[in-house]
């Protein structure tokens, strides 16, 4: 009976712990619903960020919050049914089914990315966080998951990735601690992961030359409140270039306006900035030597000037010039030329130690500015120097020049209290070493600026003269010593200034020549003396042949052929009727260029002569292809006869020369009965000279005429 009673007893035991065991179950469940009910509640009003989804153990899914609209465009129904499509690739798919299977399995994993298609076709990515749920008896439930939009995170990430603004978040502490760097800051070939664990810091990779003005400015802005600022300094970048950044900073205060954090976004400006540098460069330094051009050597004077004011020195300019070097670039070329003003630079530069500053100003003209100076024989010493290493020949494509220099120097204080005008005054000097010979130097003196003022004045007044008709031709017959008669006339140009009456051309056309107004003036005068020719013509006046000196520079105009046609077609004068002259010198500065010129001009008809004979070292060579009509002895050979016995050997060997080359001979500058018989004698009967008549205008000349006739 106690042991039915027993049993009894324990069954009834056993069954209640059941009832309370389903009872709990069930309170657990209905607890559980009105939980999901509130969390379903909740999550369901979270908007455009967000959605919670669930997917059961077959990995369906069989929950969508409604906020899934706001992020990816679907109804719910729609997401749960074809979500599977709207993944952007079956490894999105995969990468999914790998976390689903880990879930089951009880492996704890971080979130992780996927991309979908939003309804309207375009990509979003997500962040998924999931947790799995396993019943009581550790059976896999489901898995639940909350979806972040991470799409414009993703896109701004991306810029920054794709761009060359690197985002940097520093700590307002010494050397700058890096709380946040951009992955990008690998174009400089470095490691985030270096910033933020303190590996390297900021202020490590600035250049030293930078970083004590960087922090100086720094420290400036934070103290006076000053949020946000601009700098452009130098890095190094994890090779040990030089990178040149575009710094924008903005501070972060605490509430007592200390600073705790700097925001800055830097920017590569290297490519810019080393563009603009070699723009600076290029802007003060000439293109074909890389020495300092003008702009950098007038700074560098008025550095010296500051410099000697308040240490009290002197310092000298020394302003060098080639001669003769345009005779080099017409021959040669330019290129020729270019190769010698390269060649010269290294010579003077590997030459000078006591130096400040070799420059060029353009052309065959460099500029020394030298160092503090003590006496004039420190110049002289630099003088020897650049005539020592000028005495070597240039040879260039197998051609030998050599080449000499002028060279003009004025020293500061006693030249000079500016850069210009130390500058000017080495020029004026330089000229006249010019005027002195050549290959020689000068020292500055005050009559130097008085004639180079003068030169101006008298360029001005040329160019007033041509204007205003200033300008006069005088002839000066040229007559058969045997006959007596008439064979020609040269045409000399003489101007007549209102204030300084008549001015000889000795003054006026070497200056014409050097500034190019003898083209003016030359064409001035065939003009003039063609048309008086016609006229003596046409009153029947047989006056030979007009002779008309022309420059070298008016046979190498572009337009001088087509000028001198319609000059002879305009005026009606016949070609035989005329003769141009060009002296020995300028023919042989281009003999090349020269036989080509002149033959175009004989083919035409016109008599050719060579003016100055025997001054101007010409080839024998040269002078037998020349397409010329006459030699014109120069007076130089003349005016000594019959004193001199080496200029009558000369003579005679230049009259012998243009009978052996079948050219006519014409003698100038003959004054004395002997001078004229001595010529006759040995075969040189054209004469020209006081002799017989001075240069004279038009109407003496008319007047001599009709006395003879």
């Given at each position: 009976m106690i042991d039915i009673i027993n049993i009894y007893f324990i069954s009834s035991v056993l069954a209640l712990s059941i009832v309370i065991l389903i009872y709990r179950d069930y309170l657990y469940q209905k607890k559980l619903i009105i939980s999901e009910n509130k969390y379903r509640t909740l999550i369901e009003n979270v908007k455009h960020t967000y959605f919670f989804y669930r997917y059961n153990k077959d990995g369906n899914f069989t929950y969508v919050s409604n906020s899934v609209y706001d992020i990816l465009g679907y109804e719910t129904n729609e997401f749960l049914c074809h979500y599977n499509r709207?993944?952007?690739?079956?490894?999105?798919?995969?990468?999914?089914?790998?976390y689903f299977y880990n879930a089951k399995q009880?492996?704890?994993?971080?979130?992780?990315?996927?991309?979908?298609?939003?309804?309207?076709?375009?990509?979003?990515?997500?962040?998924?966080?999931?947790?799995?749920?396993f019943s009581k008896d550790g059976t896999f439930i489901s898995i639940d998951g909350i979806a972040k939009d991470i799409t414009e995170n993703i896109r701004v990430n991306n810029l920054i990735a794709n761009s060359k603004t690197i985002l940097f978040y520093w700590e307002a502490k010494e050397n700058w601690p890096v709380s946040y760097v951009s992955n990008n800051i690998s174009i400089f070939g470095y490691n985030p992961q270096d910033f933020l664990s303190g590996k390297i810091h900021f202020s490590s990779i600035i250049h030293p030359d930078d970083i004590k003005d960087i922090t100086k400015e720094v420290e400036c802005f934070t103290e006076e409140c000053i949020d946000t600022f601009v700098q452009v300094y130098r890095i190094f970048d994890n090779d040990g270039n030089i990178r040149w950044i575009d710094d924008r900073t903005t501070i972060e205060r605490n509430l007592k306006g200390?600073?705790?954090?700097?925001?800055?976004?830097?920017?590569?400006i290297t490519e810019q900035k080393e563009a603009e540098m070699q723009l600076i460069y290029q802007a003060k330094h000439d293109e074909l030597t890389n020495l300092p051009n003008k702009t950098l050597l007038l700074d560098r004077i008025q550095n010296s000037i500051t410099k000697s004011k308040n240490s009290n020195f002197k310092f000298g300019i020394i302003f060098i010039d080639f001669d003769r070097f345009k005779e080099v670039n017409d021959s040669m070329g330019h290129k020729f030329g270019d190769k010698i003003i390269i060649e010269a630079s290294e010579r003077f530069k590997n030459c000078m130690t006591n130096i400040n500053t070799l420059s060029r100003l353009g052309g065959d003209e460099?500029?020394?500015?030298?160092?503090?100076?003590?006496?004039?024989?420190?110049?002289?010493?630099i003088i020897q120097t650049l005539k020592k290493v000028m005495k070597k020949s240039f040879i260039i494509n197998e051609q030998q020049v050599y080449i000499t220099l002028s060279i003009g120097v004025s020293i500061y204080p006693k030249d000079g209290d500016t850069a210009g005008t130390l500058l000017k005054n080495s020029d004026a000097a330089m000229f006249q070493a010019k005027d002195d010979g050549r290959n020689t130097y000068r020292f500055y003196t005050e009559?130097?600026?008085?004639?180079?003022?003068?030169?101006?004045?008298?360029?001005?007044?040329?160019?007033k003269g041509l204007k205003e008709d200033e300008f006069i031709l005088h002839y000066q017959p040229q007559v058969d010593a045997i006959t007596g008669k008439l064979v020609g006339v040269e045409a000399l140009i003489r101007w007549q200034h209102p204030i300084m009456g008549l001015i000889s051309p000795y003054k006026f056309i070497p200056l014409a020549e050097r500034t190019g107004l003898i083209i003016p003036l030359d064409r001035w005068v065939m003009?003039?003396?063609?048309?008086?020719?016609?006229?003596w013509y046409e009153m029947g006046f047989n006056a030979g042949v007009l002779s008309i000196n022309l420059s070298i520079q008016q046979l190498e105009e572009d337009d001088f052929l087509v000028m001198f046609d319609e000059l002879i077609k305009s005026v009606g004068i016949k070609p035989e009727w005329v003769e141009l002259e060009i002296t020995e010198g300028q023919l042989m500065k281009n003999p090349k260029k020269s036989i080509e010129i002149l033959t175009k001009i004989s083919e035409r008809g016109i008599e050719l002569a060579i003016d100055d004979f025997g001054t101007g070292y010409s080839s024998l060579?040269?002078?037998?292809?020349?397409?010329?009509?006459?030699?014109?002895?120069?007076?130089?050979?003349?005016?000594?006869?019959?004193?001199d016995k080496d200029d009558m050997e000369i003579t005679k060997s230049i009259i012998s020369l243009s009978k052996n080359l079948n050219l006519s001979v014409i003698a100038e500058g003959v004054e004395t009965l002997a001078q004229k018989d001595f010529l006759v004698k040995n075969g040189c009967k054209y004469i020209q000279g006081y002799i017989y008549a001075k240069p004279m205008d038009s109407e003496d000349i008319e007047n001599l005429w009709l006395k003879h006739q």
């Open positions: 709207y993944l952007t690739n079956n490894q999105i798919n995969k990468l999914m089914n790998k009880g492996i704890p994993q971080s979130s992780y990315n996927i991309e979908i298609y939003h309804k309207d076709g375009s990509k979003h990515w997500l962040e998924l966080t999931e947790t799995a749920e200390e600073a705790t954090f700097y925001l800055g976004t830097i920017l590569d460099f500029v020394i500015l030298t160092d503090r100076i003590e006496e004039s024989s420190t110049i002289l010493n009559e130097m600026t008085s004639k180079a003022l003068d030169h101006i004045v008298m360029e001005t007044n040329i160019r003009k003039t003396a063609m048309k008086q020719m016609v006229k060579a040269y002078l037998k292809n020349f397409p010329i009509n006459k030699l014109k002895i120069d007076r130089s050979f003349i005016k000594d006869i019959p004193n």
